[in-house]
C-alpha cells in the first residue's frame, strides 16, 4: 500500500492513494490553513469510520441481513498535551434494515472490533480507548 501526500501552500496538501484517489486536507485558518479540506487527524477518523463500517456491512450482508443503511458515528477525544493523540474514541453504529436480529448486528460490531478492523486494532494497540454501540432502525419506519 503507498500514499503520496504534496504540499500545495499554506497548511493544505492534497494526498493521493496508491488507487489513484486524491484528498485535499488542510489546516484550521488560526494555524496557517484555509479550511479547504479536512484536518488529517479527522481524516484519521474518517479512515477509522470507515474500515470497521466496512466491515460490519460485510459481516452482515455474508449472514443475510437484509441491511439497507449503515452510519458510523464517531467521536474523539485527545490529549491536552503535545503530541494531542486521541485518547479515546466511541464509534456509534446505527444500522438500518428489514426485521435485522440485535445479535447479529452485535456480532458484527464485536468481530470488527476485536478480529477484523485494522485501523481499530492499530490504534487500540497503540493506547487509544476504543468503545463502541449500536442501534438497529426499522427501514421505512
Known amino acids: 500500500m503507498k500514499a503520496r501526500v504534496k504540499w500545495t501552500d499554506g497548511r493544505q496538501f492534497v494526498t493521493e492513494s ?3 484517489h486524491a484528498v485535499v486536507i488542510d489546516g484550521n485558518p488560526d494555524n496557517g490553513g484555509r479550511n479547504t479540506g ?3 487527524m479527522e481524516m484519521l477518523l474518517m479512515g ?7 466491515d460490519v456491512i460485510n459481516i452482515l450482508e455474508k449472514a443475510r441481513a437484509d441491511v439497507t443503511d449503515c452510519v458510523a458515528e464517531i467521536e474523539a477525544e485527545r490529549a491536552d498535551s503535545t503530541p494531542a493523540v486521541f485518547t479515546r474514541i466511541h464509534i456509534h453504529f446505527v444500522v438500518t434494515g428489514r426485521s435485522l436480529k440485535e ?8 468481530l470488527s472490533a476485536e478480529k ?8 487500540e494497540r497503540g493506547g487509544v480507548e476504543i468503545s ?3 442501534e438497529i432502525r426499522e427501514a421505512g419506519a
Open 18 to 20: 496508491g488507487s489513484g
Open 48 to 54: 477509522l469510520g470507515g474500515c470497521t463500517s466496512y
Open 38 to 40: 479536512p484536518r488529517p
Open 103 to 110: 445479535e447479529r448486528v452485535k456480532r458484527a460490531v464485536e
Open 132 to 134: 463502541h454501540d449500536f
Open 116 to 123: 477484523y478492523c485494522s485501523a481499530s486494532l492499530m490504534l
